[in-house]
């Protein structure tokens, strides 16, 4: 099992950044997919960013180039720097693990997931 915490959320204006900080706990973290995905009002929750257990990086197109993920297994936290924010990451952000294959942005390859944390961009 893995527990997941998010924290640093917020609002920010447009041109402004955010760190988002994901604490995990659990004996499986480090063989696990780590992601962040995002649900706005209305809409599906989409994949926004993921690392696999080896390093390996994956972005969705609306961030590419504007966030970055990151890891520390030593503290089995996962980061989402966010720079250059626009009102369309306005969302609630989630972090979540899963198996280390298939496809990164698939909710359904990932078993555990935070509680979520908000951010708003004006």
């Known amino acids: 099992h893995v527990q997941l915490v998010e924290s640093g959320g917020g609002s920010a204006q447009a041109g402004g950044s955010l760190r988002l900080s994901c604490a995990a706990s659990g004996d499986m973290y480090s063989r696990r997919c780590m992601g962040w995905f995002r649900q706005a009002p209305g809409k599906e929750r989409e994949g926004v960013a993921a690392?696999?257990?080896?390093?390996?990086?994956l972005y969705s197109d609306s961030v590419k180039g504007r966030f970055t993920i990151s890891r520390d297994n030593d503290t089995k936290t996962v980061y989402l720097q966010m720079n250059n924010l626009i009102p369309e990451d306005t969302a609630m952000y989630y972090c979540?693990?899963?198996?280390?294959?298939?496809?990164?942005?698939?909710?359904?390859?990932?078993?555990?997931w935070g509680r979520g944390t908000q951010v708003t961009v004006s």
């Open positions: 690392i696999r257990r080896g390093g390996k990086t």
């Open positions: 979540a693990a899963g198996r280390d294959g298939g496809s990164w942005y698939d909710v359904f390859g990932y078993a555990w």
